[in-house]
């Protein structure tokens, strides 16, 4: 085991939290930026960029329960301003804003306070990190200050007018509330939790993307578009997708289900074992899903009744015509290749939505494997005298 000194946590939850402040960042200042992209350790942590050209980079900073204060010498302001002069041409004034965003409080009197926003005197900060770079004798920062110093005067003091410290930031603990109140506009009355913790997942998604270079930014525009559609699904004529296909261990939920009567159905059939297998995910989809919407009350069962005897007459309607179809006479073979042409057919319609926006073709195949399991509908001739022998079996 790690010792105190040496642990990673500290790390992981700075770069978590830098992970979760670019979310608020998108939240609280895209407003601002309708035409705007938010990066993640593109430029820097966390960036600002129109037209792919950085226009606001933020070195984030987390210090988790410690009451010191940030100063002049302490090791992340001397880290920062090096990555900003190894990256950000400090004498350029056109080049982007430059933000330090810590949970720490700038001391009293330093340089650093002097550049937050509320108490902006880059005069003074200039002199007190000039000071603070020329007198300090510590080797963590020695060649960030020897950099900065070797600066031309104007150079340093063009880079100090790009420069904004804000301290005093929430820490990690703090973000969801944070979060939650900058999307209080979105908040589904009853379904708070739930619609947070879609965007909570959603946020993740994008910034891994972000982070595997899969996506080199997000767009203001589209994910404000994405939090609405998160919002809208919580709509009467729709609802959320709480059990995404990557959310299922295929292999463990194939076994768990192997023996179910929904599987012996189409194994009546001869139903090929790989589809078969993408039936068993749908089943557990499906009937996962409908239990959590009756448990977050998105849905009652007076509604999901109505469409399953929907999905019933449907079925009625063409396990007669199958019937029809078959000779008097009709061999085993010739049974489940009709059987198994109906159940093609029929996991192929997805017409019959449980709410008119709800579209999602695996529900649909879903509950038509649950009403195959509790015996309501099949797909072989035979099936009701089929499925009498397995319950009589069972019992």
Do not use: C
Not at 71 to 92: C, F, I, Y
Not at 118 to 127: F, H, P, Y
Request: hydrophobic share 40%.
């Amino acid at each position: 085991m790690a010792t105190a000194s040496h642990s990673a946590a500290p790390n992981a939850v700075g770069y978590q939290h830098q992970t979760w402040w670019a979310l608020v960042e998108l939240l609280q200042s895209g407003v601002d930026r309708p035409d705007a992209s938010i990066t993640l350790e593109l430029h820097d942590d966390i960036a600002w960029e129109e037209d792919t050209n950085p226009t606001h980079l933020l070195q984030v900073k987390h210090h988790q329960q410690t009451h010191r204060a940030l100063t002049d010498t302490s090791t992340d302001v001397w880290r920062t301003l090096k990555v900003w002069m190894d990256t950000a041409t400090p004498g350029d004034p056109s080049g982007p804003q430059l933000l330090l965003i810590t949970t720490q409080i700038a001391g009293a009197g330093t340089a650093v306070a002097a550049l937050r926003p509320e108490t902006l005197d880059e005069r003074t900060a200039l002199i007190g990190l000039e000071s603070v770079a020329r007198d300090t004798a510590s080797d963590q920062t020695r060649k960030a200050r020897e950099q900065f110093l070797a600066l031309s005067p104007g150079d340093r003091r063009t880079f100090l007018t790009r420069i904004r410290v804000i301290d005093g930031s929430p820490h990690i603990q703090d973000v969801p509330a944070l979060v939650r109140t900058h999307l209080h506009w979105a908040l589904p009355p009853g379904h708070e939790e739930l619609f947070l913790a879609m965007v909570w997942r959603w946020w993740d998604e994008q910034a891994l993307a972000m982070l595997q270079r899969r996506l080199r930014s997000l767009d203001v525009g589209v994910a404000r578009a994405a939090i609405a559609d998160i919002r809208d699904q919580f709509t009467s004529e729709r609802l959320p997708t709480l059990v995404k296909l990557l959310d299922v261990d295929v292999d463990t939920v194939a076994a768990e289900h192997r023996t179910h009567t929904f599987v012996q159905q189409m194994q009546w059939v001869a139903y090929p074992p790989r589809n078969l297998q993408k039936a068993i995910v749908d089943y557990y989809r499906a009937y996962t899903q409908t239990v959590r919407w009756l448990d977050e009350d998105l849905i009652d069962v007076a509604e999901l009744t109505s469409f399953e005897a929907e999905l019933v007459d449907e079925w009625e309607r063409e396990f007669d015509w199958m019937l029809d179809t078959l000779d008097d006479d009709a061999d085993e073979a010739a049974k489940q290749e009709a059987g198994k042409q109906m159940l093609r057919q029929l996991l192929a319609q997805t017409g019959i939505t449980v709410r008119a926006r709800y579209n999602e073709p695996f529900f649909v195949r879903g509950k038509r494997h649950v009403l195959a399991d509790a015996g309501r509908i099949g797909w072989h001739p035979d099936f009701e005298s089929r499925v009498q022998k397995l319950l009589q079996v069972g019992a």
